[in-house]
């Protein structure tokens, strides 16, 4: 298994407060993603890192920002929670922006 | 018409069937090719990565690459209950893209 770890595994919290997920990677990839999976719309990207400092969005950033202070980890923040980002959030990490994936276990957040 | 369609099953097999699990997609500028195995509550694992038409296999799995159908498929030889699971084809553009492309998942439940 690659190297990544998500925590927390499991959250509910309740509309309106600030929650921080965290990836952590042992494998020393420069390449590190968020992504978000919802029934009917699949895996879809959030943002994602290209070095330490070095963020972008992805496809669904809209209420949502990262930061990288450390190869190893890599932190998405919901700056104030909606029932809308209730989800299964994924960590990936990549060496390169062409290669291949590799997920973490995921964490499972409700919002009431 | 979306970037990559993938029929989202359900497929029930019996043990030791061959499977087919099948995407299309769109834009011909994708040039690598990923599938990966999600279990119930887990994170999605890397099976296949290829980037040439053709077929490449590995183990009981075998992922084929049309390029000119646009079209790509994972065999699975000799069926078993542990590949039960949901399969996502995901595709990527290449030339330094970060983006992948995923198929929505075809749910396999293969029966002893």
């Known amino acids: 298994d690659a190297g990544i770890t998500q925590s927390p595994r499991h959250k509910v919290t309740e509309t309106g407060t600030p929650v921080t997920l965290r990836c952590h990677q042992t494998e020393n990839h420069r390449y590190m993603y968020w992504y978000r999976q919802d029934p009917g719309h699949g895996l879809r990207l959030i943002h994602y890192s290209y070095g330490v400092k070095d963020t972008d969005k992805g496809e669904v950033s809209d209420g949502y920002s990262v930061s990288r202070s450390k190869t190893e980890d890599f932190l998405l923040t919901l700056e104030s929670a909606t029932s809308s980002q209730t989800s299964v959030y994924f960590c990936?990490?990549?060496?390169?922006?062409?290669?291949?994936?590799?997920f973490g276990p995921g964490t499972r957040l409700t919002v009431t | 018409q979306k970037e990559v369609e993938q029929d989202p099953g359900p497929l029930s097999v019996p043990e030791g069937a061959i499977v087919s699990l099948n995407c299309t997609y769109s834009?011909?500028?994708?040039?690598?090719f990923m599938w990966y195995r999600q279990y119930s509550r887990k994170g999605p694992e890397l099976l296949m990565y290829t980037y040439s038409s053709g077929n490449k296999e590995d183990g009981r799995f075998t992922a084929q690459v049309d390029k000119s159908s646009k079209y790509i498929s994972l065999f699975i030889r000799d069926s078993q209950p542990s590949d039960s699971a949901t399969y996502l084809c995901?595709?990527?553009?290449?030339?330094?893209?970060?983006?992948?492309?995923f198929g929505k998942g075809t749910k396999l439940s293969v029966i002893p």
């Open positions: 995901a595709i990527n553009s290449g030339a330094g893209s970060y983006q992948l492309t």
């Open positions: 990936a990490i990549s060496a390169g922006p062409s290669y291949e994936q590799y």
């Open positions: 834009n011909s500028a994708f040039q690598y």
